[in-house]
């Protein structure tokens, strides 16, 4: 059996952006697997990896870190319903990767560091403060007065994703994808931990996020 240690936060929540994308992965690829709740201060849970952040999935031969490689370990151990369909539908899904890690949740967490510590419980709370206080040197609630205009920012940077998914329904095409898995982290991050109205309910992404969340739902 596969297990994939997941971030987990109060009442089994599981958020993390990451995690979420590999979990439609395995459900992409029909894989059995189960989940291992991880919180920010049970660090001993993955000590086995030699590292201290998830996702990791551990399988009948070992384990592999990071998203962007389990994914690649997947669609190269499991080529049954690939999620990469050639080389441009990979290099198109690196971008992706890359895009959402260092443009796109650095903006949304300005929007919802402040919320974050809600979801959260025991030392957890004191956890996620002191290393994201360190992180951006200040309060967690240091953006809070720019909130209307990070998701300004957000939804502008987020437009070309728009108007893929209103020509084709998704950003892979009429059917989901990787290049959509990769991209659905982000938004299930902010609706977990945030009361913020990221999105318009009208927006061709507000759906494409609702349309893929009842796949994520088979899921915890």
């Known amino acids: ?31 059995n697997f189960e989940t291992v709740p991880v919180r920010f201060s049970e660090k001993e849970k993955i000590s086995f990896s030699g590292q201290k952040l998830v996702p990791i999935l551990e399988h009948d031969k070992g384990f592999v870190c990071e998203s962007w490689k389990i994914i690649n370990w997947l669609d190269d151990n499991y080529p049954d319903k690939k999620l990469f369909k050639n080389e441009n539908s990979k290099n198109f899904s690196y971008f992706l990767y890359l895009w959402t890690a260092r443009q796109l949740l650095p903006v949304l967490f300005k929007i919802i560091a402040h919320e974050i510590p809600n979801v959260l419980e025991g030392e957890d709370v004191n956890y996620y403060i002191k290393t994201r ?25 987020v437009s070309p994703i728009r108007k893929i998914i209103e020509k084709n329904g998704y950003i892979a095409g009429q059917k989901p994808g990787i290049e959509d898995y990769l991209f ?11 009361s913020c109205n990221l999105l318009e309910t009208d927006d061709a992404i507000y759906n494409w996020f609702k349309a893929l969340s009842e796949i994520a739902d088979k899921t915890k």
């Open 1 to 31: 059996m596969i297990k994939l240690y997941d971030l987990c936060g109060k009442n089994n929540l599981r958020f993390s952006p990451p995690c979420w994308n590999v979990k439609l992965c395995l459900i992409h690829k029909n894989l």
């Open 133 to 157: 206080e360190e992180r951006i040197k200040g309060p967690i609630t240091k953006f809070k007065t720019n909130i209307s205009e990070l998701i300004d920012e957000f939804r502008k940077l």
């Open 184 to 194: 659905y982290g982000n938004f299930k991050w902010v609706y977990s931990c945030s």
